[in-house]
C-alpha cells in the first residue's frame, strides 16, 4: 500500500479502510487531501482484492470542511483579468469535483462511518460514498453559504436524492447544524451508534458482509443505481438488459445457484 | 374472463382483482406468471370496464421470487458463444421486464397486497406497482445479490424512486431482510394491516374509492406522474398542457363541477 | 409598492411578506390571483433589495384551490371546435402554469406559511415554493381528481420530488385528506407550528436569516438546486463549475471568509 | 414464410424481400397494411436466418400513404365525447406508430427501394428504414398538411435527422413535391437508379453484401447508431463500452481477424 | 397595428410582414430592434388572423448585427463587483435570448428573406426563423469570435441542426465570410434570389401558401419540429400522440379530406 | 517538449502541430499511440501558449486503424471467464476512448490533415477532431463491421453529427470505401487540396489564423458547440447565459471592440 501524508490506508481481507488522518487540524480538506482521494479511490477501483470501502476519519471530527488556508491560496493566485480568472477556477472546482467522483466512481461500494462535525467539503464527501453512519454526537452543516458561496463539489447535486426537498433547501440556505437524530430521521445516516469505536467496528463488518457476495453481483448493482439515478426508467431497464446479457454468463451465477440449492455459503473470485 | 394457470382473476364493479395462485411454490415466479402477468395487465389496461387493480397473491407468501427451474433453464439454453448467448439472454431479459413494464403502462392504478416474503422478483414486481400495503409479518429482501446477479428486471430502477437512496443501497448490496415497519417507516409500503384478510379487504376498498372517480382524471393522473419521474418539471408541465387541451373539454369535468355545486356524487361513464 | 386587489405585499428589511388576502373567499385562487402572483414574483426576482419571500394567506385557510367561478368561466368560453378549444386551452394552461413557475423562477427563496385547507391549485402553488411549514390545524388535499382532472399546474411534477412515492399517488387517485401530522412525516411541511401567529412569525424569523446570507451564495444555491433536479448529476457539476467560475470572484467570498476569521458577522451588499 | 394479404414475403438466402402488394390502389397503407408491417418486421428481427432486409412496392408507385377509407373508418368510430375520442385516438396512434417502430426495432438493417409517388404515411415509413433508394421518377410529398393535420407517425421525428432543417420545414408547411433529383442531393436516398428492375437488383445486391457480414458486427451497429441518434456522445460511448463488454468475445472477431490475415473471406453464423 | 420605432409591420391577408428598418445604421440591432422583436412576434403568436410571417429588412444590408453602441453601455454600466456584474450580465442575456426565442416560439412559421450582411446577432436572428432565403450579393458572417466573445443569443445552439458540423466550427473559430452560393449548398438559405425585390416577392407567395393551410396542422407541425429537435425520437412520438389526440377531432381534417375528395380548395378559419 | 514514441510534436507560434509517426506501419494505432494521444492533448489542452492543434500523419497514409497486434494481445489476455472478461473488456474500451475524448475534450480548436487511407479507428479520431481536410488521394472506411465488430471509440456516435444519417448506416453496415470527393460532398471534409505538403500548408494557416483571435472567444466556442450537441437548444442557451456572465467580463472584449473601431488588428493575451 502506498503511502499518503494525510490519510492511512489498510486492507483487512477484501475491505480498504480508509482513514482521513488530520485530526488536530479537524481534519480539514487541503490540496493534499483533495489529491489523494483522488488517488485512493482509483486504486480502490482497480485493483480486484478490494471488494468494499470503509471511509473514516481520525480524532474528534469527521472533517471540517475545505481548508480556510487552501481557498486563501486559490484568491491569492488570481489576477485582476476577470475572463482568465473563470477559466482558471473552473479547472479548479473540477480538479476537486474529479476527487470525489473518484469516490463514485470507485465501482465498490463505499461506507462512511462520521463522527463530530461533518461540515462544508465533509458533506459532498459523504454524499460521494454509497451509504452512510454516524455516531450520536455527529453533526452535519452545509456551510457553504456562510463563506459566501454556492456549494459546488457535489452536495447540491447528490444530497437531493438522498434527503427530501424541503429539508435539503432549509440546511442549504439557513446553514443550521443538524444533529445525529435528526439525519437518522432524514435518511442522511442509516444508523447511528453511541460511539466511535462501536460505529467503526459495525461499518467494517457491514463492508465484510458486502465484500463476501459476488463482486460481479455487487458493481454491477452499484453500476446499476448510479445509472438510474441519472436515468429514466425505461433507459435503466435497456442499460441494464445490455449490461446482463454479459454478466449473466459469469460463473458466480452457477456459483450462487448451486451454493443455495446445497445450504452452502459460495465463495467467490475477486 | 381468460383462464389462466398460475392467476385467479375476478372482476368486482369496476375492479379487477388480481391474484398470484402458485401457494404450494410460495407463489415462485414461473414462465407461466411471467406470461400471464402480461396478458392479464394489457387486458386491464384496455378493457374500460377496469378502472382499477387489485394484485395480491394466494397463501402464506406474496411471492420467493424467480423460479430458481425457469433460471435453470434458461443457463441450460447457453452455447458456448458468447455473443449469441449475449442476444439471447438480452431479449429474454426485455421479455420479463415487459412482463412487469404491462403494469406500469397499464393505465389504471394498480395496488399491490403484500403478505410473508416479498423476495427477489416479488419486489421487482411490487416497485412496478402504483402503490403498496403489507401485513404485519410481511418481509422484503433484494435477493439478487445472493445469486450472484445485479436485479435486471426493474428494483434497481424504481425503487430509488420510492425509499431513500442509503437505504436503497443497504439493501441492494448487502440483501438483508426488511420487515413490514421499516416498510412503513421506508414509505416502501403506505400502510400496514395485521392479516392477510384485513389488508385484502383494505386494499379492495381503496380500489373502489378510485373506481368511483373520473377515469379520464384518474388515468390522466397516472399518465402524468410516471412522465413526471421520468422527466424534467418543465417537460412535465408542457405535456400535461397539452395533454388537459383535449382532457379539460370532457363531460367529466362539467360532471364532477355540476356533482359538487350541487353536494351529490357524480357518476362517470367508463 | 403597488396596489394589489387580491394580495397584501410588505416588504420588513430584507424580506417581503406576501399575503394572499381572500378570506371570505377562503383565498379562491381568482383569474386577479393567478396574475398577481406572477407580478408579485417577478418583482420580488428582479427587486435587488428583496432577498427573501414569505408567502401566507390571510384568514382561516390558507386557500381551498382555483375558484370554481373562473372555471366555469373558461368553459364558458369554448366554441363547438375541438382543435380550437384545445389550443385556447393549452394557452390558458401555460399561462396559469406561468403564475406558479414565477415563484419557482424567483431568484429569491420562498418560505410558505399555511394554516387550514391547503386544497387543490394551493398545494400546486405551495409545491412551487422553496420551503413549507404549516399549522397544527392544516390539511392538504390534491382535490382535482374530485373535479374530474388530473392536475396540470404543478402538483404532479413537483411533489413526487417532495413526497414519497406511493404516497404521491394514493394521495392523487383518491383525493383523500392529508393533516399537519403526517405532512410532517412526510416531508411535506419542515415544521409544525400551534397557530396561525407563532407560524407566521417562526417563518419570518428565518427568512430574515436567509436575508442577511450574501444574497451571491443564496441566490447561487437555488439556481443550482432547481438544475440539479432536473438534470443527472454530472451535468449539475459541470453547471456549478461554470457557474462558480464567476461567483467566486465575487467581494460576498472574501468578506465571509474574513468575517469567520475574525469572528465577525459579515454584512453584504443586496 | 406466413401468407400476408397485403405483402409478398419471399427469403433470398440471408435476405428478405418485403413487397407491399396493392398496386392497384396505389399501395394506399390500409389497416392490413399496418398490421402486417408489424407481423412481417417482428418476424423478421427474431428469425436469426434473416440478416437485412429490403422493402419494395409493386406497381407504378411506392405508396400514396394512409388509406382515405381507414381515415373514414376511424373518424366514424368517434363518439360525441371529447375525452374519451382522446383517448382511443391516441390509442390507435400508438398502434401505428408500433408498426413503422416495428422496422426500427428490426435489428437488422432495412433498405427501401422506392418508385412513383412515395407521399404521407409512406415517408414515415422509409423515414423508419435505414437507408433509402429511389428510381429516377420518385417523388416525394409530406402530405399530412394537405389533410388538415400535424405527421404523426414518424415524418417529422425522423426526417429532420436524415434531410437538412430549412428543407425539412419548407416540405412539411407547404406538402410541395420533392423529385428525385432534389431528394439525392438532400440525403433522403443513397443513390437514384433509372427504373424500378435496376433499383430492385441494386438494392437486393447491397442487402447481400451485409448480410454476409457478422451479424454480431451489423446487429450491434444498428444498436449503436439508434442510441447515439437519441442520446449524448458521452452516453452513446458508455452504452457500447458495456455492450461490447459481451460482444468482443463473441468467435466472430476472431474468424474475422482470422481470415483478414489469411486473406479468406470469413463465413459467419446466423 | 402597433407602431415601431425600427420595424414596420404590415399584414397581407394572413401574412405578417415584418421589415427591420434602420436602414442608415445597416440594420444594426439596437435596444429598441431586440426589444420590439420580441413585442412583434408575441403579437403575431396570439393574433390568429396572422398564419404566417415574412422577416425582410430594408435597405442594402439585412443586418450587420448587434449595435456596438448597445454593447458599449452594456459595458458601462459594469462596476468593480465580479459576481453582481456577472448577474446582471446573465439576465441582460437571458432578455436578449428572449427576443429571438419569441421568434422560435411564435406558433406561425417565420420565413427569413436575407440580402447583403447577415452578421453576427443577424445569424442568430435568422437561425430561430423556421426557413431561409436569401439573395445573390447575401453574404454570412459568425463575427462574434472577432469581438472576443462567444455568440450567446442562438448561433452556436441553432445553427448545427442546419449546416453541418465541420463547416459550422470552421465558421465559428475563423469568422470567415461565406456567399450565397455556400450558404445554398450547406443548406443555410433554401433558394437564392437574383435580387431584393424578387427574394421578397417569392417569400412572400411562400408564405401564403403556408396561410391557406389549416392553421391547425401548420402549427401543430412547427410545435412538432421543435419538440423532435430537443429530444429522443420516442418521446417525439408520444407527444405527438397525446396532441394529435384532441387535433384531429378538429373540422380541419374533415374538411381537407372532403376536399380532396371533391377536388376543391379547402377553407380553414383561423 | 516531451519525447514520444510515436509521435512528433512541434509548436508553431501558437499552434501545435501533432503529427503521427509510425509511417511504415501505415501509422497502425498501437497501445503507445493511443497513450499518447492522451498526453499529448492532456498537455495542449493545459498550456495556455497553445492556442490550436493540427493534427496530421507521417508517411503514404494518416492512419491504417487500429493495430492488428494490439487486438490480438488483447484476446490473448482474456480467460474463460465470461464475467471478468466483460469487466475488463469494459475497462480497456473506455481507456481507449479516454484517448479520444481527449482530442474532443482539449479545449482548443483540433484541425486534422487527412492523406491516403483513413480507416477504422483513424475515422474514430478524426470524427473527435473539430474540422478535417484531406487530400485528393485520401479515402475513408468504418472498417469495423469487417473485423466482426460494432465500431466502439467513437465513429458511430460522433459521425452522424457530420454526415447524413443514411450515407452513415450505408458505411457502417458495408464497410465500403469513400473517396475525397464523396467526403468533401458528404460534409465529413470541408475541403480538399491536391497533395500532403498542400494540405499540411493550409490547416497550418488556418490554424494560425484561429490562434491570432482571443482565446477566451474561441475556447468559449468549443466549449459552447460540444454542449450544444449533446443538449436541447433550450439548455445550450441557459448554459451560454451563464458561461458568459463571466466571460463577457474579460478584457478581451474590450480590446477586440476598441480595435475594430480603430481598424486595427488585436493582439490577445493567452
Redesign the interface.
Known sequence: MSDYKTFEVEQIGKVAHVRLNRPDKANAMSEDVWREIHAIFDWAD?DPSVRAVVFSANGKHFSSGID?AM??GL?AS?SK???????L???K??EL?GAL?AI?HCSK?VLAAIQGCCYGGGIDLVAAC???YCTEDARFCIK???????????T???L???????????L????RVMDSDEADRA????AVYPDHGSLVDAVLE?AQ??AA??P??????????IY???????E??????????????????????MA??SKQT?V??D
Chains 1, 2, 3, 4, 5, 6 share one sequence.
Not at 82 to 87: D, E, K, M, Q, S
Open positions: 482497480t480556510l481557498m486563501a484568491g488570481l483579468e476577470v475572463g482568465r480568472n473563470a477559466r477556477l473552473r479547472r472546482i473540477i469535483q467522483n463514485e461500494p454509497d451509504i452512510r457553504e453559504v456562510d463563506i459566501g458561496m454556492a456549494a459546488d463539489v457535489g447540491l447535486q447528490r437531493p436524492y438522498i434527503i427530501s426537498d424541503g429539508l435539503m433547501r432549509e442549504a440556505y439557513t446553514g435518511g442522511l445516516v442509516n457491514k458482509l458486502i457476495k459476488s460481479i453481483a455487487v458493481q454491477g448493482t452499484k453500476e446499476m443505481l438510474a439515478r441519472d436515468h429514466s426508467v425505461e435503466g431497464l435497456n442499460y441494464v438488459a445490455s449490461w446482463n446479457a454479459a454478466m449473466l454468463q459469469s460463473d458466480d451465477l452457477k456459483r450462487a445457484i443455495q440449492m459460495p467467490f473470485d
